[in-house]
């Protein structure tokens, strides 16, 4: 398979510059996902590769083969729409076939190539079916299908799961999780839905404004986010960030609203000492909060639960800390009074640390 790489990428419409210079290399056979939010660029970059929108500036290699010049035809790419794309008028196999049908292929071999990827996405018994008679999995299922039967090296998703239901898009993940097993081939993924970037990515690529923030690993962006934005972005609930102070030798933390304080040791002190300032964001993901009534002072903290909502086997709290809204993941089936006050451990360990000017990642944490 190709290596795919972007050289400083520049995309603008009038005066109006929509990415700032994107450098990205995918290796073979990788699943990249583009995420971000909404106007970030992804889906920009991605129309960009595909030949859908024109390159201002930079370029595109497949193989080290520059292709901005090139036709979307004469790039062995092949495109998945959030909106399907299907051609209402044919039934599932003419929609499937179509790419094949232009190209001239014995009808033999288009055949043979429709119904094994009709096996593999269990659509063989909707072959006759026209796309009104479809649900939306399967109409997603057919445009799928049309891109694997076209056999090409690269395969682009454009959010392709945004238009279904909860239960669709988990069957669905399942479902790309599965293609990307049988093929083995290069694909590149947008969709501004983190779970499933952590659930599908090889490579996460986080976009904020036009610019890559970070890139790496579902693991690597987790545990060592580069940033607020990249920090923020990740996890479900998302990350906690508390204002505080560094206090002596870097030998503890103190909220500045709250009035907390946290004894740090010497691993934890070592990491504070790369701050700028004595100011510091504290980063806490909702897991890291146990529960403890027993802890004590100068490794918990002290919250009152506003919101409880009850998701089976755990509980997300929606909390108060000196007029600063923080979410805890609380695993217990006790029912939580609204107004309760209760007292949570905190290992700064497992915490991360940013600078509020900059919004960078403190002591080294930034894997890129």
Known sequence: MPIIEIQHLIKRYGKLDVLHGIDLQMADAEFTVLVGPSGCGKSTTLRLIAGLETVTEGEIYIDGRPISHLEPKERDLAMVFQDYALYPHMNVAKNMSFALRLQKLPKKEINARVAEVAGILGLTEYLHRKPAELSGGQRQRVAMGRAMTRDSS?????????????????????????????????????????????????????????????????????????????????????????????????????????GFEFHCNPMTSARLAGSPSSNIIIGVRPSDLVSDQSAPAGSSIE?????????????????????????????????????????????LADAHFFDPRSGQAISGQTTT
């Open 154 to 258: 690269t395969f682009l998703f454009d959010e392709p799961l945004s238009n279904l239901d909860a239960k669709l898009r988990t069957q669905m993940r399942a479902e790309l999780a599965l293609m990307r097993q049988r093929l083995q081939k290069n694909m590149i993924y947008v969709t501004h839905d983190q779970i499933e970037a952590m659930t599908l990515a090889d490579r996460i690529v986080v976009m904020n404004a036009g610019r890559i923030e970070q890139q790496g690993s579902p693991e690597e962006l987790f545990k060592h986010p580069a940033n607020l934005f990249v920090a923020g972005f990740l996890g479900t609930p998302p990350m906690n960030f508390l204002n505080a102070q560094i206090a002596g030798q870097s030998d503890s933390l103190r909220l500045t609203g709250a």
């Open 303 to 347: 919250l009152q639960v506003n919101v409880s909502e009850y998701v089976g086997a755990q509980s997300v709290l929606i909390c108060e800390c000196g007029g600063e809204k923080m979410m805890v993941e609380h695993k217990s089936d006790t029912p939580i009074a609204l107004g309760e006050k209760l007292t949570f451990s905190l290992d």
